[in-house]
């Protein structure tokens, strides 16, 4: 039965990875890493039953816990990118460049 | 799940980033209740005293033979001489932010505080002798560092440069933390020694992907080749002190808990690992210095110059014997000393509205600053790794841990490289010692503190240099007694 979940968060992961190399808003960008994140929470709730053990599910606790510490950041840096040059679009982002 | 107790040992692995976490707290409240104008220097006294702080608690906590927390976090000599490192960098870099802030018209009141963060992040990540305790010292260490890259909150590159870093931060720790979960679905444990342990029986192919995954999110850390790509444009776009906490700091930090990973965790799947950081190792170095040479901007060209660095560094860990990592501890302190003197000069050679990062503005710097230039040029000595400076003795150490190792290809690739980065540096001196000013540059104040930076870094360039056998020692000892 543990292989249906891995499997289904190793295809969340997949999506999710695509979702930040195809898709240019910066926003969705961020929301494809926290799908990315979500579905190694799956991966870790399904081994930690697999094994009997407690480990992974506690460590899902500490993946939220630095997950939302990144996104306070995240949508702070993509707010004051916005109020520099009126655009969260990746493609339009770029100054840095050689 | 273990128990986990609370005593001595605990006490001692906590203290370093207890103090630093406290002095951080403190600059922090004391800056948000003192509304009147004033300059950086008190709470640049009060960080200090904090990092003066964390180095005597590290020694104190040094302890070779005793692990805290379960087994999950060690203060034996790798851990204590990263500490050094890392409070080494944060202190150098707060002395540049003193006047760099001034520069560029910043009135940052937490630069110092979330340096601070920053590097009581480091502090566990040179300790982590578990996977998700590596998780939470890179994320301790990353998050402020997002921050500080776009703290000249007026700059665009600066804004860029925070949006960048910290979007391919946040997507590598998504490739950290699925390999965390393949290696836990493997072994049953995050801890490096029950990894050790379960090497053997664990299923092959999830434990290879998890191997392959946490490479890919490390390397992202250090900056190798093929994820290096942002670090040039953050680098380039963050304020300079932070790039040079960044480039040394950080870099150290994330190189030490890569090196303590494979070296202790992963040390019986040697044959698998080091065949991919034999070619991220050359792949590295080699892009970095060819890139390098292109470059117009100085900063930048020191950009793919640490890049280049990094891949010496991971080909010591490709050899993947304790000799290996003490030539990791010796060229990190080295490269701090060298790239944060480099940094330095960067600043003192920019004014007001003026960063003089181009290639074109150090032309002719040695007739106005002949101390200045003289400094330079010994800082990118050494990072070519010319005798008797410091950047020869450490990679002359790395080569030769490489060769005890039977890598002889890889040791003659790094001396290669070191050729090739030779042309990048001298067209520096050049500029500086042999061509005429392009157009008029104002006359600069003062900046004692600048000054004093560079010092610091000169006098540990050329005394490392001579007298290399103390700290190589210890950097030796330290990844000898590791477990």
């Known amino acids: 039965m543990t292989e249906h979940y891995l499997v289904l968060a190793a295809i969340l992961f997949a999506i999710g990875g695509l979702g930040v190399l195809i898709r240019r808003n910066v926003i969705v960008i961020l929301m494809s890493v926290e799908l990315m994140l979500n579905a190694v929470n799956v991966t870790f709730v399904a081994l930690a039953r697999q094994h009997g053990s407690m480990d992974g599910q506690v460590i899902v606790f500490f993946v939220l816990t630095v997950a939302a510490a990144e996104v306070a950041v995240g949508l702070a840096i993509i707010l004051m990118n916005f109020a520099q040059r009126k655009t969260i679009n990746a493609d339009e982002i770029r100054l840095l460049r050689g | ?483």
């Open chain 2, 1 to 483: 799940m273990i128990e986990i107790p609370f005593g001595a040992a605990e006490a001692w692995a906590i203290a370093p980033f207890t103090v630093i976490a406290l002095f951080a707290m403190g600059i922090l409240l004391y800056e948000t209740f003192r509304t009147d104008d004033h300059g950086p220097e008190l709470t640049f006294w009060f960080s200090i005293l904090g990092l003066a702080g964390a180095a005597i608690a590290s020694l104190l906590a040094w302890d070779n033979g005793s692990v805290a927390f379960g087994g999950t976090f060690a203060t034996d000599g790798v851990a204590v001489f990263t500490n050094l490192i890392c409070i080494l960098a944060a202190g150098l870099s707060l002395m540049m932010g003193v006047h760099y802030m001034e520069l560029i018209r910043v009135r940052a009141r937490e630069f110092q505080p979330l340096v601070l963060f920053a590097v009581s992040g480091m502090f566990i990540m040179g300790g982590a002798r578990d996977l998700i305790v590596l998780f939470l010292g890179i994320e301790v260490m990353s998050i402020p560092a997002y921050v500080l890259a776009g703290i000249h909150r007026q700059d665009h590159a600066s804004g860029e440069a925070a949006l960048k870093y910290f979007l391919l931060g946040a997507f590598a720790t998504s490739f950290l933390l699925y390999g965390i979960a393949l290696v836990y679905g493997a072994t049953g444990t995050t801890t490096y020694a029950g990894i050790s342990m379960a090497l053997s029986t664990a299923p092959h192919l999830a434990l290879l992907g998890g191997i392959a995954l946490l490479i890919v999110a490390l390397g992202f850390k250090v900056g190798v080749v093929p994820f290096h790509f942002w670090a040039p444009d953050v680098y380039q776009g963050a304020p300079t002190a932070v790039t040079a906490l960044m480039a040394v700091g950080i870099k150290a930090a994330a190189v030490v808990g890569t090196a303590r990973l494979f070296l202790s965790g992963f040390a019986g799947m040697h044959v698998e690992w080091s065949i991919v950081l034999w070619w991220i190792s050359v792949a590295t170095m080699t892009l970095g210095n060819v890139v390098a040479i292109v470059q117009s901007n100085v900063k930048r060209m020191l950009a793919y110059s640490s890049v280049a660095h990094a891949g010496y560094l991971i080909a010591a860990i490709a050899s993947g014997t304790p000799r290996g990592g003490g030539a990791i501890l010796f060229y990190l302190l080295a490269y701090a000393f060298m790239n944060l003197g480099a940094f330095a000069v960067v600043i003192a050679v920019g004014a007001k509205d003026e960063p003089n990062e181009k290639m074109s503005d150090f032309a002719g710097l040695a007739t106005r600053r002949p101390l200045l230039s003289g400094a330079m040029a010994l800082f990118l000595l050494s990072l070519m790794g010319i005798p008797p400076l410091v950047g020869f003795v450490g990679k002359l150490y790395i080569i030769e841990a490489l060769i005890a190792a039977g890598q002889v290809g890889l040791g003659v690739i790094v001396i290669l490289n070191s050729v090739v980065s030779g042309y990048y540096y001298l067209r520096v001196i050049i500029e500086m010692f042999m061509k005429d000013a392009t157009r008029e540059i104002p006359a600069l104040d003062p900046r004692p503190y600048l000054m004093v930076c560079v010092a610091i870094a000169l006098a540990g360039t050329i005394f490392f240099g001579i007298f290399p056998d103390l700290a190589l020692e210890a950097a030796r000892d330290s990844f000898a007694a590791l477990r």
